[in-house]
């Protein structure tokens, strides 16, 4: 999504309810990828985009239209928070664009449809993000690919962290627990780490690193029960039950912010688009106050994988102009102008070792945690299996839930809903 925070928000959104979209065993397969071919776009591309994408799209399109004289490329503006549906009825009315701005967990919902064409064999996705192409497949076919990334890193205040004896990030779950307890003790932090405590998307990383996934290789049946799993929701509990973390931060707009600059919560886990809150928050100098690193390892150091992706849809009028366009807004220098433009974060690997992004200390971090990242899996049951998770998730560290309890509970939820594979 345009952000991390609106990117996750959006797991929340509903299923896919469009008479006769649904795919069943006895529905058409999708039709097979074709390829995109050298000659220049021509002709009319549709394209819906979201949020300051939308605004600043026209802006990055010279170029594409100066190599390409005969296309006209027409973006319509869709807000966010209408995004999903605007889509949803589109599809079922077969209005839709030729080109779409997809959410990432709204890949599988659409898919499932019938709704998106296959991606051409000739559009190279070897230097995507091995975690960011995971959301363009869906039932072992790719559709689109990733446009932008986000990904959360650990944000953590170095004077207070000096103050408090370390000077060094930590790289562990150890090190990590022993670094929020010495700002409470060392510094004077009223608590030693932001966590939400209600929010299974934003534990998955947790889970991840140590070893857990959310499904069999297969796909075809859920795995939330696990030691793995079981052993990161008491680690990430323990944070609350201590003390160290607040059971009930507050929710207004800014307040983790205002709390991170204040020092009475020095460390949490966040996106790119956190630099720029914290300098709106701190001001200019609070730069030099803290530092950003890859998430703390437990088994491995693996984040989740967030931004959108680009797609044409199966109804497009113009569907050979419309992957052009995206082959463009691909290409490594496009994504290195684009993200000096927006802050977007490229989805080419290629592109982070451009100057813009590679000697940038805060920013540069980000690049090596998409070496190891994940995501949920395409599918439409993914919302409600989030939606419980984060029921379960309260319960955990608000209540004090065993953990294995809670797991085996949104286990046996998902069981009775499936996969969908």
Not at 68 to 90: E, F, I, L, S
Not at 339 to 354: F, H, I
Request: glycine share 10%; net charge negative; charged share 15%.
């Amino acid at each position: 999504m345009t952000r991390m925070r609106v990117g996750l928000t959006a797991l929340l959104c509903g299923i896919l309810v469009v008479s006769g979209c649904g795919r069943s065993a006895d529905d058409r397969a999708p039709d097979a990828a074709g390829t995109i071919g050298s000659g220049p776009a021509t002709g009319t591309v549709t394209m819906w985009a979201q949020g300051a994408e939308a605004e600043k799209l026209p802006e990055l399109l010279t170029e594409f239209k100066a190599a390409n004289p005969d296309v006209t490329v027409k973006v319509t503006a869709v807000p966010w928070g209408a995004a999903h549906d605007k889509y949803q009825t589109a599809i079922a009315a077969s209005t839709t664009p030729d080109i779409g701005q997809m959410g990432t967990t709204w890949m599988g919902e659409f898919a499932a449809a019938d709704a998106f064409a296959p991606t051409p064999t000739d559009l190279d996705t070897g230097d995507f993000y091995a975690g960011s192409v995971k959301s363009t497949t869906v039932d072992g076919i790719t559709y689109g690919v990733p446009w932008y990334v986000d990904t959360p890193v650990l944000y953590y205040r170095t004077d207070l962290a000096a103050r408090a004896g370390a000077t060094a990030p930590p790289t562990t779950w150890d090190e990590f627990k022993a670094l929020a307890r010495a700002y409470q003790t060392g510094a004077g932090s009223a608590f030693g780490v932001g966590l939400a405590p209600k929010d299974f998307q934003g534990f998955l990383p947790f889970a991840w690193s140590n070893g857990a996934s959310l499904t069999t290789e297969d796909g075809t049946a859920w795995t939330l029960d696990t030691p793995e799993m079981v052993e990161a929701l008491r680690f990430y509990q323990s944070f609350f039950a201590e003390g160290i973390a607040n059971r009930t931060p507050s929710t207004d707009t800014g307040a983790y912010h205002q709390a991170f600059v204040d020092g009475s919560v020095p460390m949490f886990i966040g996106g790119p688009f956190e630099v720029g809150a914290l300098r709106e928050a701190g001001g200019p100098d609070f730069a030099g106050k803290y530092a950003t690193a890859v998430l703390p390892k437990g088994r491995s150091s693996t984040s989740f994988v967030g931004g959108s992706d680009l797609v044409v849809f199966e109804q497009a009028k113009n569907p050979t102009a419309a992957w052009k366009l995206i082959q463009f807004l691909t290409r490594p220098s496009t994504q290195v102008t684009w993200y000096t433009m927006t802050g977007d974060l490229p989805s080419v690997q290629e592109a982070w070792s451009d100057p813009a992004l590679r000697d940038d200390t805060k920013l540069a971090v980000f690049g090596q945690q998409l070496e190891s990242v994940d995501a949920p899996p395409s599918t439409t049951q993914w919302a409600q299996v989030q939606s419980s998770g984060n029921t379960q998730m309260e319960l955990v560290t608000v209540t004090g839930l065993d953990p294995a309890a809670a797991a085996s509970t949104l286990q046996e939820f998902a069981t009775s809903i499936g996969t969908g594979s």
